[in-house]
Nanobody, 123 residues
Framework: QIQLVESGGGLVQAGDSLRLSCAAS????????MGWFRQAPGKEREFVAA???????TYSDSVKGRFTISRVNTKNTVYLQMNSLKPEDTALYYC?????????????????WGQGTQVTVSS
């Protein structure tokens, strides 16, 4: 099992940057694909980015080129660097873990979730 705790959210202006962190418990962190999802009010949870144990990553089209996912396996931590933030990036951001070594863009393929951290971008 793995437990996830997100941090780093906040209120920023359009064009600003934020870095989210997700700290994981457990000794097998490196065996999980780690993902970030987000959910805006009244909308479904959507995929943002994911990263494999070896650093291979993938992004949604809406954040590609602006967001960067990374992980430090020795610290059991995954990060989401968010640059050039837009008001449409406003959402509750979740960290998630998927057993295995393949990417998935579907929330149902991730077994473990954090509680989320709020990101609000004002125009």
């Amino acid at each position: 099992q793995i437990q996830l705790v997100e941090s780093g959210g906040g209120l920023v202006q359009a064009g600003d940057s934020l870095r989210l962190s997700c700290a994981a418990s457990g000794r097998t962190f490196s065996t999980y694909v780690m993902g970030w999802f987000r959910q805006a009010p009244g909308k479904e949870r959507e995929f943002v980015a994911a990263i494999k144990w070896n650093g291979g990553d993938t992004y949604s089209d809406s954040v590609k080129g602006r967001f960067t996912i990374s992980r430090v396996n020795t610290k059991n931590t995954v990060y989401l660097q968010m640059n050039s933030l837009k008001p449409e990036d406003t959402a509750l951001y979740y960290c998630a873990a998927r057993v295995g070594d393949s990417f998935s863009y579907r929330q149902y393929d991730y077994s473990y979730w954090g509680q989320g951290t709020q990101v609000t971008v004002s125009s």
